[in-house]
């Protein structure tokens, strides 16, 4: 079959209208790119920054309201210094070089993770872009950086035993939205469809808690090969899936007939 050219995908995704609101990225296959080629990995992930813009634009160009991208896993501190400084310049040059640019495009910058075991330079660049961006509404973008999240739900229950502790919270009163609400993405609705490249099928400690009813694209395309293209294809599959939500009947968004309001 012949494959559909960007523009028209792009034009029946929109025009489908079930654009997720949340669409988060794990970016797999860096590695395995340069290796093919017979070049260091570094050259994996610096190709990559190619595949960030395109996808930041196409979830921008859709509407989508989050796109959090995974960035810096916590078990990626084990990986050797040269590639992890490498990937720390990679974030810091992209965070100074596209700010104005993301601005400019109504999008805000926001990071979830343990941005504290980062060196000052890379954390800085980041702490600058999330206030420079701050007043932007079109679309956020969320970058997950020194982020796992079994820490993540380690530091919300801590914190919750925290106002358990202090009398200000009953154990009676810890419930699901409360559990959510003390996670990094407090405010932020859950993924509708999460992508992940390189063929594997796994979630690598990437918003466990939040992806419990997420649409799961997987694609063998590695990163830094991937495209708006390959983008709205992930999202023309997830207009097709049917979201039950685990009851029986149609509901949700992603039910909706093309065109209708929330
Ligand atoms: C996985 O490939 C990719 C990463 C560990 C890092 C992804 C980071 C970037 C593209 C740069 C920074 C990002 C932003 C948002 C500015 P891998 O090395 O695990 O590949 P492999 O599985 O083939 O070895």
Redesign the pocket.
């Known amino acids: 079959m012949k494959k559909m050219d960007e523009s028209e995908l792009k034009r029946q995704v929109i025009e489908n209208g079930n654009i997720p609101r949340h669409v988060a990225i794990i970016?797999?296959?860096?590695?395995?790119?340069a290796q093919k080629r017979g070049r260091p990995?570094v050259f994996?992930?610096q190709q990559?920054?190619k595949s960030?813009r395109a996808v930041v634009e196409a979830c921008r160009e859709l509407g989508c309201e989050v796109l959090t991208?995974y960035?810096?896993s916590e078990e990626?501190w084990s990986r050797p210094l040269t590639e992890i400084k490498a990937?720390m310049r990679?974030?810091q040059n992209?965070i100074e070089k596209e700010k104005q640019n993301l601005r400019s495009n109504g999008i805000r910058v926001g990071c979830i993770g343990r941005l504290e075991k980062l060196s000052d330079a890379p954390r800085n660049a980041i702490t600058d872009a999330v206030r420079f961006t701050a007043d932007q509404k079109q679309m956020l973008l969320n970058?997950a950086v020194s982020y796992g999240s079994r820490a993540e739900i380690v530091d919300a229950v801590r914190r919750l035993a925290g106002e358990v502790a202090a009398g200000r919270l009953a154990p009676a009163e810890i419930n699901e939205t409360t559990l959510a609400g003390a996670l990094y993405t407090a405010d932020l609705p859950d993924p509708d469809l999460l992508i992940r490249t390189?063929g594997e099928m796994r979630l690598s400690n990437f918003l466990l808690w939040q992806v419990a009813y997420t649409e799961i694209y997987i694609t063998d395309v590695l990163?830094p090969d991937f495209r708006k293209q390959n983008l709205f294809e992930a999202v023309a599959a997830f207009q097709k899936r049917e979201r039950r939500f685990g009851k029986v009947e149609k509901s949700g968004r992603n039910n909706r007939k093309p065109k209708d309001k929330p």
């Open positions: 970016m797999d296959g860096n590695g395995r790119w990995r994996g992930h990559g920054m960030v991208l960035a810096f990626n990937l990679l974030l992209y970058l390189s990163w």
